[in-house]
């Protein structure tokens, strides 16, 4: 079998998707994409591509280590991502060519489902009460929120208290047992975060999430030390070797890899192992488009750590379309009890919409994450 095309298609609300075709008749597909920045990874995509036609597209080791050891420069969100949409493709040709679920070649099953949680609340969150009611009615057993609006170096504590007000709003609508993850979304620096981290250990959260950015990882231990509250983060980590010193340092209990960012499953299949040998959890990170969440779902089925699933439906980013629009048959993703089974189907699992996917894609898409500023003018993380 020989790779014969390579085609990209940025697709509403945000994606960006990738087809490879062959010349026995069997495609695959993946979906390469870094939030905010779909024409570019779909750029890497095309120069990676130069490599890739006319080669055995069973050969995927070889052809990673190729794609990220192969140019001088290598690693980051832009180079990774187009790596991984690449690879989901070919390890879904690989499954159809053998009639197999991509995790049965990865050793089989492990889990016969997982556990999914659902956003709430927005950029800026507000009304999390109802909506998480909302969530559980529809089956979630947990859902996850934006912990706050931007917040300065040093903040007000009337910031603090709309935290903690939402939180225990959503606490006493739900009950004990219902899941709670707070992502502070890198917005939060450290002097805050220490505060926020500790007022909110008291409501027995699933996680809080990048509490800091990863490049302020020496802040975690500190953060450690101020709650009990399991930390995750990783969804701004792209390799094993990013991995390795936050694995090494021993504060972060959950990691997030996203594997539309960190080389498809060939990287993050590594990256789970490398975290299970630390006796730490793997929560994949996932706010995206079918594809990406189908390849989550064959890496949730053998990793012996993972533990719940990111999803995107009904996510406040998916505007025009939504995560169940480009697939022939949606019911794949069926939701039953807070949970998604397995996908049983060959390669990912999933039949994708090729004429709505080529008509979305006549569309596409410019989306950006919104610029928010301080009252004082200066920059603010979103």
């Known amino acids: 079998m020989k790779i014969t095309a ?7 609300p945000r994606w960006c998707f990738v087809k490879i075709s ?45 794609m990220y050891r192969g140019g001088f420069y290598r690693g980051g969100g832009i180079h990774m991502s187009a790596i991984a949409g690449l690879d989901q493709a070919l390890w879904d040709i690989k499954g159809k060519a053998l009639g197999q679920p991509v995790h049965a070649l990865l050793g089989g099953q492990q889990r016969d489902r997982i556990r999914v949680y659902s956003w709430i609340g927005g950029d800026r969150p507000g009304d999390t009460a109802r909506m998480a009611r909302d969530c559980g009615d529809r089956g979630f057993t947990a859902v996850k929120m934006n912990a ?30 219902f899941g709670i993850g707070i992502d502070f979304h890198g917005r939060v620096h450290r002097p805050m975060a220490k505060q926020l981290a500790k007022e909110l250990e008291p409501f027995k959260l699933m996680f809080i999430e990048e509490p800091v950015l990863s ?38 209990d959950i990691i997030q890899p996203d594997p539309s960012h960190s080389g498809g499953i060939t990287e993050t299949f590594k990256i789970a192992a490398m975290a299970e040998a630390h006796d730490v959890a793997l929560a994949l990170h996932c706010p995206l488009g079918p594809i990406a969440l189908a390849a ?58 090729e004429t709505k996917v080529r008509q979305a894609a006549a569309e596409g898409h410019r989306w950006r994450n919104p610029i928010w500023r301080h009252a004082d003018g200066s920059f603010a993380e979103w």
């Open 148 to 177: 706050t609006e931007e917040l300065q170096f040093i903040d007000s504590h009337a910031k603090i208290d709309a935290v903690l007000a939402r939180v225990q709003a959503i606490r006493e609508e739900m009950g004990p047992d």
């Open 6 to 12: 390579i085609e990209t298609f940025v697709v509403p």
């Open 215 to 252: 490049e302020h990882a020496e802040a975690l231990r500190e953060i450690a030390n101020h709650c009990a509250t399991p930390i995750a983060l990783g969804e701004r980590l792209y390799t094993r070797w990013d991995f390795k010193e936050i694995l090494a340092g021993g504060y972060v």
């Open 296 to 353: 989550n779902l064959q890496l949730d089925a053998v990793c012996y750590n993972a533990f719940i699933q990111e999803q995107s439906l009904g996510i406040h980013y998916n505007k025009g379309s939504d995560l169940l629009d480009y697939l022939i048959d949606p019911s794949v993703f069926a939701y039953e009890d807070g949970f998604v089974a397995i996908p049983q189907g060959p390669g990912l699992g999933i039949e994708v919409n």
């Open 22 to 66: 062959t010349d026995e008749g069997i495609s695959g597909w993946g979906e390469p994409v870094l939030e905010g920045r779909a024409a570019t990874v779909a750029a890497c995509v095309e120069e990676l591509s130069d490599y890739l036609i006319g080669r055995d597209p069973g050969h995927i080791q070889d052809h990673w280590t190729v």
